[in-house]
């Protein structure tokens, strides 16, 4: 039973252009929400969060989105970098127990 | 401020032999976490220590799996008996307070 989907498990966007990543979850009682981003080799580094009383959280290029009635999550690049291009996943964490979606891996193409 | 530091980076076992993965957290950070990142998969929480106590174990095969944190720094993850399923990636990482976690390059186990 997976409570956090990423059902794109990946995504080619040209460089310039937006990204949009998308996350669901299942469980209500999850109260924040975290991207974090992978490269090969290395370990997932954290990128944004959003609390489950927010709707929107922006960093820069970086933007979360949050739609707390139909349980969606996403996260805008604007603009798409080639630097970019990694693994991104989403989780969700009710008290700091952490679950993790199954990741997308995001291709920039320049 | 140093990273959250792992070893070894990589091991090949043979099934039913036993393996041992060390993480040292990032300086003061009172939690740290073990997970198991299997290929195409999103890493999978094994267990949660606040301080040296475990928070949350309730994915962790305990028949086979043990994991430690003396002292409430360094940790160790032990495998004994490994199984072939157990080939996979394992993140150890930390957090403070703060909800964001810090995590480490990870070991790359295969079991052959």
């Known amino acids: 039973d997976q409570q956090v989907k990423q059902n794109s498990p990946s995504l080619s966007v040209q460089e310039g252009r937006i990204s949009i990543l998308n996350c669901d979850y299942t469980?209500?009682?999850?109260?924040?929400f975290l991207w974090y981003k992978k490269y090969p080799a290395e370990g997932p580094t954290f990128l944004i969060s959003i609390s489950s009383i927010k709707d929107k959280n922006e960093d820069g290029r970086f933007t979360v989105f949050l739609n707390k009635s139909a349980k969606h999550l996403s996260l805008h690049i604007v603009p798409s970098q080639p630097g970019d291009s990694a693994v991104y996943f989403c989780?969700?964490?009710?008290?700091?127990?952490?679950?993790f979606g199954p990741g997308t891996r995001l291709s920039v193409l320049p | 401020e140093a990273g959250v530091a792992q070893s070894p980076r990589y091991k090949i076992i043979e099934k039913r032999q036993s393996v041992a993965f060390w993480c040292n957290p990032i300086?003061?950070?009172?939690?740290l976490y073990w997970y198991q990142q299997i290929l195409g998969q999103g890493p999978k929480l094994l267990i949660q220590?606040?301080?040296?106590?475990?928070?949350?174990d309730s994915q962790l095969p305990k028949d086979r799996f043990s994991a430690e944190r003396l002292k409430g720094v360094d940790s160790t993850l032990k495998i004994q008996p490994a199984k072939l399923e157990d080939s996979a990636v394992y993140l150890c990482a930390s957090s403070s307070l703060a909800v964001e976690q810090f995590f480490g390059p990870g070991t790359r186990l295969t079991v052959l």
């Open positions: 220590f606040q301080n040296n106590g475990v928070v949350d």
């Open positions: 300086s003061g950070h009172a939690t």
């Open positions: 469980n209500s009682m999850f109260d924040y």
């Open positions: 989780a969700a964490s009710a008290r700091q127990n952490f679950v």
